[in-house]
């Protein structure tokens, strides 16, 4: 289950904001505070994850307190499917 | 001639219930602030001020991040006759080590006695101070004196003459030494005229809406001092809640019937491109009167992309206008009309970089087109020079110099960088334009920098902070800006020689040149490129060659 969403995720962070499609991103690896992920592309993220899951990240959500890795993003997207 | 605080004091007996600033914070309510509210809120920190021994013409540094507290601590600071400047805070985005030490460069310059700050981010402040600098205070703003009654005839400000320093504007280099645009009374108020009086404000039915940041001249003068001295409405909302929903500009100016927007050249691709529909039913832009394109090289493709969006709820295309300006001038120098849409001038690519003239276009060859950042404010005369300081012909490309009344005073405790900006009394602005039919169009930069997303950023500071990774030849590495399209900015790349061949070893150091670099610029690299030895082209003097090595990128990545 947290794979079918981590693995897309992963994916487009790596092609789409990073521009380094060969880049494996690791599931506890810090996206937001590490700076990683630059605050203008964490729209796209929003937008991607609303496309893919159906799910809604609101823009008060878009922070290291609410999820900071993909695991974390993983369960918020999973709690709000079912 | 008046003063800020006269300005101040008036609006308090005048107007006192009128609205100043509606502030805006995501997830709360809007705060609006009467001029009562915001005079009372400035009293209490200028008292704090005096309680601490501040004396008027010493600098305050404000670190805070946008709302009320930043808002009071600077118009505090006024009533004072302190002088604010007010910092970027730490963000995700930079090493907070790296933040110390571009804060500590900053003090032994600028020389602060007071930094203002909050309780959490005290230890943080402290860890830039050094034995023996010029800070006395760190002021914190759980301290702050009680509200009363402002007493104009204690208030210190109110002495101050109209040629005192009255702000200071840090320009946002990422390394080495930050020069503090000093600016005075006289020069503040008489850019606020002129720049009021060529938009047509009438503060009876004009509403700025604002996401950007104050630490920066066009948040900092055309969307904080000329709405709160001017009484025009300020809808005020942080750069951080914008970014993650830049919907909240239009439905602001929906809801506040706002007339008046700045924006740099890639907020109109990152709204067009990032705003859905949902965000903005029953959304009416058509108040919006003047969007002005600023601080960025205009693109009339992001106007385009803008309106293409938004028309459908009622955005003008006459609101689509440009504007050139800089902290040296306070801030504009030249406003495209607001009749009509800025002029694009249509030129022969060939004639304009070889021989640099702006010529009409010729059958068969390229054209590039050039848009107009419009006429010179009633109060500022412009040249464009040559080397030589002689005055060039129009549709020449030549150095762009400015002279106003509303110049800064000086680079803040920089003799040296004053004598070399100003010649003869016109500042020499580093940036390459020509004029045609009376209008001033911007070409290029005399000197290689980079602006990302409104930010400018020397490619050398770059190159340095990557020569710094394990693994990367020491200087052979460059930094250039390559414009985007999709992004409507420059978006930077770097190209880095490494001492090992092996791929995976190179990929791990552009990983590494990536997570450096950003992290103490906080500048995001979009394309790093590690190369083995010998491919970065240097000139005979051996100096690296940008645009040569830009060539050769570019080459190469059309032939992939």
């Known amino acids: 289950m947290t794979t079918e969403i981590i693995t897309p995720i992963a994916k487009f962070i790596a092609e789409k904001i990073l521009k380094q499609p060969s880049k494996v991103i690791s599931a506890d690896e810090p996206l937001i505070s590490s700076g990683l992920i630059d605050s203008f592309s964490l729209m796209d993220l929003a937008l991607f994850i609303e496309d893919t899951f159906g799910v809604r990240v609101e823009d008060t959500e878009l922070n290291a307190e609410t999820f900071d890795n993909l695991n974390q993003l993983a369960a918020l997207i999973s709690s709000r499917k079912s | 001639m008046t003063t800020l605080p006269n300005l101040l004091q008036r609006s308090y007996h005048e107007s006192p219930d009128k609205t100043s600033i509606i502030l805006q914070h995501a997830g709360q309510a809007d705060k609006p602030l009467t001029y009562r509210d915001l005079i009372h809120g400035a009293n209490r920190f200028a008292l704090t001020y005096a309680r601490e021994g501040i004396k008027p013409g010493e600098v305050v540094i404000l670190i805070l991040q946008h709302g009320e507290d930043l808002v009071y601590a600077f ?46 981010f005290e230890a943080e402040v402290r860890g830039a101070l050094t034995e023996g600098d010029s800070v006395k205070n760190v002021i914190l703003t759980d301290t702050i004196e009680a509200e009363t009654e402002p007493n104009f005839e204690t208030l210190q400000g109110l002495k101050s003459s109209p040629e005192a320093i009255t702000v200071l504007q840090h320009s946002s280099g990422t390394t080495g030494l930050q020069k503090g645009v000093a600016l005075s009374h006289r020069a503040v108020l008489n850019q606020l005229n002129a720049y009021s009086e060529t938009l047509r404000i009438d503060p009876a039915s004009d509403v700025i809406v604002s996401w950007l940041p ?57 709204c067009a ?28 493709e992001s106007h385009d992309l803008f309106h293409g969006k938004f028309s459908a709820y009622g955005l003008k295309k006459s609101a689509l206008q440009t504007c050139y300006a800089m902290a040296e001038n306070v ?38 087109q050039m848009t107009s950042s419009g006429h010179p404010l009633p109060n500022v005369k412009i040249r464009i020079v040559d080397e030589a300081f002689n005055d060039l012909p129009n549709r020449s490309v030549g150095e762009i110099a400015v002279q106003s009344d509303c110049m800064l005073t000086e680079y803040f405790n920089r003799p040296d960088a004053t004598e070399a900006a100003i010649k003869d009394g016109w500042y020499l602005t580093g940036d390459y334009g020509y004029i045609a039919g009376g209008e001033l169009y911007v070409s290029g930069r005399k000197k290689d920098l980079i602006i990302v997303g409104g930010k400018n950023v020397y490619p050398q500071d770059l190159e340095s902070l990557a020569s710094e990774v394990d693994g990367v030849h020491k200087g052979r590495v460059v930094a250039f800006g390559m414009y985007d399209e999709e992004e409507g900015t420059e978006e930077v790349v770097i190209i880095a020689e490494a001492e090992s061949t092996i791929p995976s070893e190179q990929e791990a150091i552009a990983d590494a040149i990536r997570k450096h670099v950003t992290k103490s610029s906080a500048i995001a690299l979009r394309h790093v490129k590690v190369v083995d030895e010998k491919w970065i082209l240097k000139t005979s003097s051996g100096k690296t060659a940008r645009s040569a090595n830009k060539e050769k990128f570019l080459k190469e990545l059309g032939e992939v």
């Not at chain 2, 750069?239 to 909240?248: G, H, L, S, T």
């Not at chain 2, 602001?252 to 008046?260: C, R």
């Not at chain 2, 491109?273 to 009339?300: F, M, Q, Y």
């Not at chain 2, 801030?331 to 702006?358: C, H, K, N, W, Y």
Request: charged share 15%.
């Open chain 2, 75 to 120: 118009w505090g600071a006024i009533l004072h006759g302190a002088i604010p400047s007010i910092m970027p805070f730490l963000t995700e985005k930079l090493a907070p080590e790296k933040y110390r030490a571009d804060l500590s460069s900053l003090i032994s310059i600028t020389k602060p006695t007071t930094i203002v700050t909050y309780p959490e």
């Open chain 2, 214 to 270: 104050l630490y920066h001249d066009m948040g900092f003068i055309a969307c904080f001092l000329m709405p709160v001295l001017l009484r025009i409405p300020l809808v005020n909302m942080s750069p951080f809640d914008w970014v993650r929903a830049p919907y909240k500009l239009h439905q602001a100016v929906s809801q506040y019937k706002g007339t008046l927007t700045w924006l740099p050249n890639f907020a109109y691709n990152f």
């Open chain 2, 273 to 300: 491109h990032k705003i859905r529909e949902r965000n903005l039913e029953g959304v009416d832009l058509s108040t919006w009167r003047a969007i002005i394109n600023c601080s960025e090289p205009v693109h009339v």
């Open chain 2, 331 to 368: 801030f504009a120098v030249t406003q495209s009309p607001l009749d009509g849409t800025p002029v694009v001038d249509v030129i022969d690519r060939e004639t304009f970089m070889t021989q640099r003239l702006a010529t009409s276009p010729v059958a068969d060859s390229p054209s590039m």
